[in-house]
């Protein structure tokens, strides 16, 4: 379904999904000596484990925070778990050394939360809309703000809603 308040559709397949992470992992390459990736659950557990494999890092951490819980409407946010604290502590705390990586960055409210945990982390996305583009450092594909993403997660021949409507956030 696609968002009433969103005026523009972009669908993504599972081939453009991972070239456009392995894409991010490429311009990712060179930045830092990265200890962790720390990946914003659900939507950068994909992007996060292909640029975990092209980057070559072994410790992948979640932040889990809730904040689509319809898949329709933006609601309030829910952290459900936080980072593990020895993440948080790498190379003296505040998140140096640390990757965090997200398949979208839309309004930024999710990205505020994890950057208030993690302020000196290195912020990745595959998508930024406008609102949330200056909390990212490194990002892929910049698309309007009145553009809804279709994951391919979110697809089959038409929108397929969970299995479970109450774990959809």
């Known amino acids: 379904m696609e968002n009433p308040e969103q005026n523009k559709a972009f669908p993504v397949s599972w081939d453009?999904?991972?070239?456009?992470?392995?894409?991010?992992?490429w311009r990712l390459s060179g930045q830092g000596e990265w200890q962790a990736i720390v990946c914003i659950t659900r939507g950068g557990l994909v992007p996060a484990a292909i640029?975990?494999?092209?980057?070559?890092?072994r410790m992948i951490e979640t932040v889990c925070v809730a904040s689509y819980h319809d898949y329709e409407n933006q609601g309030s946010l829910r952290v459900i778990k936080p980072i593990d604290p020895k993440v948080i502590g790498l190379?003296?705390?505040?998140?140096?050394?640390?990757?965090?990586?997200?398949?979208?960055v839309d309004t930024g409210?999710?990205?505020?939360?994890?950057?208030?945990?993690?302020?000196?982390a290195h912020f990745a996305t595959v998508y930024a809309k406008p609102m949330g583009r200056p909390l990212v450092d490194t990002f892929v594909t910049e698309v309007s703000q009145d553009t809804w993403i279709y994951f391919p997660w979110d697809m089959g021949w038409q929108f397929q809603p969970p299995l479970n409507k109450a774990t959809a956030g």
Do not use: S, W
């Open 109 to 120: 409210k999710t990205a505020r939360v994890v950057r208030e945990m993690l302020p000196k």
């Open 91 to 104: 190379e003296g705390g505040d998140g140096n050394g640390v990757l965090v990586i997200d398949d979208l």
């Open 51 to 57: 640029v975990a494999r092209e980057l070559g890092i």
């Open 16 to 25: 453009q999904f991972h070239r456009d992470a392995r894409a991010l992992a």
